[in-house]
T-cell receptor
Framework: ETGVTQSPTHLIKTRGQQVTLRCSSQSGHNTVSWYQQALGQGPQFIFQYYREEENGRGNFPPRFSGLQFPNYSSELNVNALELDDSALYLC?????????????FGPGTRLTVL | KNQVEQSPQSLIILEGKNCTLQCNYTVSPFSNLRWYKQDTGRGPVSLTIMTFSENTKSNGRYTATLDADTKQSSLHITASQLSDSASYICVVNVTGGGNKLTFGTGTQLKVEL
């Protein structure tokens, strides 16, 4: 176990709806990243939060947004869901410091958009 | 075009045999290269992390190599076990990218009796 948890494990939504996915980082970690992984593909970077501020974003539209809370838990919000948003959503946490920062992944949330 | 290409896409081997997975990348410059193991429906788990100056790194039966000149890496698995069945993903950490990771599409390994 990595100490990173995500909820819910599975979720089914319909097109146009909004969804909130949650992640609880490993204790002491101040950075969280979110990834989208389509079936048979590698994870794609959505964005990253460091000390409650977004400090990096991948090629995803603004309807993908996030929050990081003082206790370093975080949320991924997706508005106006599209069929192509169906994927496994992973969060990964780490402690940002000098040198190589190991990322620890949660088990993911499987989102299905109908 | 993906900046991290892996081959083969899938592989089936018999238990106890060795195998080598390949990774070619175009991402540059990078600070480190990682190999992850991902079981179906689970999050990736780190196997090895190599900086651009390292040539090899081992973790039990897993040995990763890196050739920064040719931009190639490999993951060698010895004495495979049924539990090695998973997707193996090569990941490059882009320098100055805020520790953003660029993932390959993975090699799906199946170990059979």
């Amino acid at each position: 176990e990595t100490g990173v948890t995500q909820s819910p494990t599975h979720l089914i939504k319909t097109r146009g709806q909004q969804v909130t996915l949650r992640c609880s980082s490993q204790s002491g970690h101040n950075t969280v990243s979110w990834y989208q992984q389509a079936l048979g593909q590698g994870p794609q970077f959505i964005f990253q939060y460091y000390r409650e501020e977004e400090n990096g974003r991948g090629n995803f539209p603004p309807r993908f947004s996030g929050l990081q809370f003082p206790n370093y838990s975080s949320e991924l919000n997706v508005n106006a869901l599209e069929l192509d948003d169906s994927a496994l959503y992973l969060c990964a946490s780490r402690l940002t410091s000098g040198g190589i920062n190991e990322q620890f992944f949660g088990p993911g949330t499987r989102l299905t958009v109908l | 075009k993906n900046q991290v290409e892996q081959s083969p896409q899938s592989l089936i081997i018999l238990e106890g045999k060795n195998c080598t997975l390949q990774c070619n990348y175009t991402v540059s410059p990078f600070s480190n290269l990682r190999w992850y193991k991902q079981d179906t429906g689970r999050g990736p788990v780190s196997l090895t992390i190599m900086t651009f100056s390292e040539n090899t790194k081992s973790n039990g039966r897993y040995t990763a190599t890196l050739d920064a000149d040719t931009k190639q890496s490999s993951l060698h698995i010895t004495a495979s076990q049924l539990s090695d069945s998973a997707s193996y993903i090569c990941v490059v950490n882009v320098t100055g990218g805020g520790n953003k990771l660029t993932f390959g599409t993975g090699t799906q390994l199946k170990v059979e009796l």
